[in-house]
């Protein structure tokens, strides 16, 4: 049996490595900054073995439930927060996902930050941030879910603005913590909701009363619905998934854990975690899959055309992440209508969203990491400079082919087995948006291989005289790489369907089924065709943007979203409007109660002050006759 | 006729509000004073008629007279010390001139 400590020693670990990092190299050792990261990787390091550790306890537990023992945190009145962890089979798979991409790129950011003047700080941040999302992993109530919560956004906003002398940095920052504000808002909102409603945090106890029927109608799917909206601004799905894209203007090992393998996920995460309660209400699993859906053909569509090569990965990953709410929504769907068994449905749900995150975390990552690699080579992240690099860097560019393949769902590959799974669940039960993501299968297929075939075929593009300068990148970061590519083979194989309550496949069965056919025929269209433009330039690139021009400038610019808000919700509603009746009301209102006071009283003075004539004489008439007055009463009324 | 005590009130009476008109209506500030004195006196005649004719056995009327005597004369002396500092700054004793404190 394992101890509660040791599942406490996970999430602090990374604590006191940035505690570690902050109070003591930092002051003190600053002239040696690798320290720094050989205490981080230490830390994260243990974590990963402690985190195998409860995976295996896990899986040996009945019902794969380990029970830890609640600590008092708070007691106000008659509330009471208590602390705890869970170690159930969600967790246990979140903890090594979080524990072994951050320690892989803890180790590749050894040479991508090596020499950068903040490296001390870009530990203790990611320390920071592994120990945040190792604890939202754990945490068992709401409360202390949402501490952990805003802590991974604090990171976030911090490691984007991690060279904050960049202008495009810092506002990129600032955008991704308010946008992520805005649905963390409604997350806040639905926890006091259910707070005042069922007089508890805990999540167990929370499900509890959803699956009775407790806790039911308006105010369970109002409070699905804010917590929806805290997972859609945190995991980047359409309307708040404009931050993302920008957040790339982070260090690019920062991209791979947090943007890719980690944080974007906590909002799946978040869903699959209150997924019983998702599934009571057919209203707010609906929203699910359907925002879920319809993000993932939205943003591949944007990552058709956009030409930096970190922007491509960030639209992929809102689009996988929409995969993975829909997966989660479609398994709800079928519960909430009674076509699934409700128990088994909600493990299955939990398995086909949790699954494709698990693969997605390595083969992002890599990509991420492969993209960083590039940029370190060429110094650039346009892809119209690069290309060829793949003489230069076969490390890299074979890496980045497995992840490739494995994001479009070639078999045998990760990528292959979660989204089939998606894929079946979303056909069963959301037909059209099973449809809107086939498609995006031939979409994703296409737009990597647009980056594969611009960044590493065909001939160098960037300043000629630098092409012998190409050289690949140190096998601090080539390991980590390879590590990862080896998982984005294998990760598909393991049983992790099966551990979260999931349905198994057959290596070789999934190819009888004609689903898998109809997918992976489209993604080798989309592979074809992206070779025939970008590699061998049969078809130009150049008159296929002029041919469809509007379509063209409507992806490219994003469909105007960001101008959208920026013109119109910021600038019109928000400064203009609500701003400025504020501004308005306080000039007026507010200014104008102190100022009429103010006034009223000068004014009153002006004119009462004459009865003060300072004629000695007057006065003394006053007492006098006041006297008199008081005399003739006092004799009149006796 | 037999002097009694409502002869000596009757007195102080008259000249208590002589000497409140002279303070509230006339101008001159040494004139106003001078009235102050009257009503002083004024009271002082009441205090000793009552001494005499309600409690004779008791010294408290004599003391207190004396009192409001040495008063009036320290009074006297701060009044026409102001007066005359007024008036050497701005050459008059009429009270209404004098509103340097005035709004």
């Known amino acids: 049996m394992m101890p509660t400590e040791v599942a406490l020693a996970i999430i602090l670990l990374p604590f006191l490595s940035f505690a570690i990092i902050s109070f003591i190299i930092r002051p003190f050792f600053n002239n040696r900054p690798q320290i720094s990261g050989y205490v981080t990787i230490a830390s994260i390091g243990t974590s990963l073995i402690l985190s195998l550790w409860a995976l295996v306890e896990v899986v040996k537990a009945p019902g794969h439930v380990l029970t830890m023992p609640d600590y008092l945190w708070l007691a106000i009145g008659d509330t009471s927060i208590h602390i705890g962890v869970t170690v159930d089979a969600l967790a246990a798979v979140m903890l090594i996902v979080v524990t072994l991409v951050s320690l892989l790129v803890q180790i590749y950011s050894q040479g991508y930050m090596h020499g950068d003047p903040g490296y001390s700080r870009y530990f203790a941040f990611m320390s920071l941030f592994t120990g945040s999302m190792l604890g939202l992993v754990l945490a068992d109530n709401l409360v202390f879910l949402y501490l952990f919560w805003e802590g991974v956004g604090l990171c976030s906003y911090l490691l984007i603005g991690f060279w904050f002398h960049k202008p495009e940095a810092a506002r990129a920052a600032t955008k991704a913590f308010l946008v992520t504000r805005l649905g963390d808002f409604g997350f806040l909102a639905a926890i006091l909701l259910l707070y005042a409603n069922t007089g508890t945090f805990d999540i167990g106890e929370l499900h509890e009363l959803a699956l009775v029927g407790t806790l039911g109608g308006a105010v369970l799917t109002w409070a699905a619905i804010g917590i929806f909206s805290g997972a859609v601004g945190k995991s980047a799905q359409f309307p708040l998934h404009t931050w993302l894209p920008d957040a790339m203007e982070g260090p690019t090992p920062v991209s791979a854990l947090i943007h890719a393998a980690t944080m974007v996920a906590a909002g799946v995460y978040l869903v699959a975690r209150m997924f019983p309660m998702f599934a009571s209400s057919t209203e707010a699993i609906?929203?699910?899959?359907?925002?879920?859906?319809?993000?993932?053909?939205?943003?591949?569509?944007?990552?058709?055309?956009?030409?930096?090569?970190?922007?491509?990965?960030?639209?992929?990953t809102i689009s996988q992440l929409g995969y993975m709410m829909l997966g989660l929504g479609?398994?709800?769907?079928?519960?909430?209508?009674g076509a699934l068994d409700l128990e088994h449905g909600l493990m299955l749900g939990v398995a086909v969203g949790i699954f494709?995150?698990?693969?997605?975390?390595?083969?992002?990552?890599?990509?991420?990491?492969?993209?960083?690699s590039v940029n370190h080579a060429t110094g650039t992240f346009d892809m119209r400079l690069m290309g060829g690099l793949r003489k230069a860097m076969?490390?890299?560019?074979?890496?980045?082919?497995?992840?490739s393949l494995s994001i479009a769902g070639i078999w045998p590959l990760a990528g292959f087995w979660s989204k089939e799974g998606i894929l079946a669940e979303s056909f069963h039960s959301v037909p059209i948006l099973f449809a809107l993501v086939l498609i995006t299968v031939f979409l994703t297929a296409f737009y990597m291989f647009r980056v594969v075939f611009m960044t590493f075929c065909g001939e160098y593009r960037g300043q000629s005289q630098d092409s012998h300068g190409l050289h690949e990148s140190p096998m601090v970061m080539i390991g980590p790489m390879v590590l990862l590519a080896i998982l984005a083979v294998v990760s598909g194989w393991l049983p992790i369907s099966e551990f979260l309550g999931g349905e198994s496949h057959?290596?070789?069965?999934?190819?009888?089924?004609?689903?898998?056919?109809a997918s992976l025929v489209l993604a080798g269209l989309g592979i074809f065709l992206a070779y025939a433009i970008y590699s061998k330039k049969w078809i130009s690139a150049e008159s296929l943007r002029?041919?469809?021009?509007?379509?063209?400038?409507?992806?490219?610019?994003?469909?105007?979203?960001?101008?959208?808000?920026?013109?119109?919700?910021?600038?019109?509603?928000?400064?203009?409007?609500?701003?400025?009746?504020?501004?308005?009301?306080?000039?007026?209102v507010i200014d104008g109660l102190v100022n009429g006071v103010a006034g009223g009283t000068v004014a009153a003075?002006?004119?009462?002050?004459?009865?003060?004539?300072?004629?000695l004489q007057l006065y003394g008439m006053a007492i006098f006759v006041g006297i008199l007055a008081i005399v003739a009463v006092f004799f009149i009324f006796g | 006729m037999a002097v009694g005590l409502e002869h000596f009130l009757i007195l102080s009476a008259i000249l208590f509000s002589i000497g409140l008109y002279g303070a509230l209506a006339k101008r001159n500030a040494i004139v106003i004073l001078m009235s102050v004195e009257l009503m002083l006196n004024a009271v002082n005649?009441?205090?000793?008629?009552?001494?005499?004719?309600?409690?004779?056995?008791?010294?408290?009327?004599?003391?207190?007279?004396?009192?409001?005597?040495?008063?009036?004369?320290?009074?006297?002396?701060?009044?026409?010390?102001?007066?005359?500092?007024?008036?050497?700054?701005?050459?008059?004793?009429?009270?209404?001139?004098?509103?340097?404190?005035?709004?």
């Open chain 1, 286 to 316: 609906t929203t699910v899959a359907i925002i879920g859906g319809f993000t993932a053909i939205f943003a591949a569509t944007i990552a058709l055309v956009m030409n930096d090569i970190k922007r491509v990965l960030a639209y992929s």
């Open chain 1, 605 to 615: 003075g002006r004119h009462i002050r004459r009865v003060q004539t300072g004629q």
């Open chain 1, 330 to 337: 479609a398994v709800g769907v079928a519960v909430a209508s």
């Open chain 1, 394 to 403: 076969p490390w890299t560019y074979a890496t980045f082919l497995i992840a």
């Open chain 2, 45 to 103: 005649i009441s205090l000793v008629a009552f001494w005499r004719y309600v409690a004779p056995a008791l010294m408290t009327g004599q003391v207190f007279v004396i009192f409001v005597m040495v008063l009036a004369a320290a009074e006297v002396v701060v009044g026409l010390a102001i007066i005359i500092s007024i008036y050497r700054s701005r050459e008059t004793v009429d009270v209404e001139q004098i509103d340097l404190m005035k709004w």
């Open chain 1, 506 to 517: 057959s290596f070789f069965g999934a190819l009888a089924s004609p689903m898998s056919w």
């Open chain 1, 546 to 588: 002029r041919a469809f021009a509007p379509i063209y400038t409507l992806f490219s610019r994003k469909y105007w979203v960001d101008e959208l808000y920026e013109n119109f919700f910021v600038m019109r509603i928000l400064i203009d409007g609500l701003f400025a009746a504020f501004h308005r009301f306080d000039d007026r």
């Open chain 1, 356 to 372: 494709h995150l698990f693969n997605h975390a390595f083969f992002k990552a890599l990509l991420f990491l492969g993209a960083g």
